[in-house]
């Protein structure tokens, strides 16, 4: 379920996940995702 707020934006965002290694999996693929975007140490 994805809610936004008046100016369009996500302000909540809910995924169910059955069974645990689909959740598992998910979850290595949003790490790898978002990995993209974390700022770069030095």
Known sequence: MIRFNEQGQIVDFE???????????????????MAAFAPQAG
Do not use: F, T
């Not at 995924?15 to 790898?32: D, N």
């Open 15 to 33: 995924v169910m996940i059955r069974p645990k290694s689909g959740l598992e999996a998910l979850a290595v693929q949003m790490g790898q995702r």
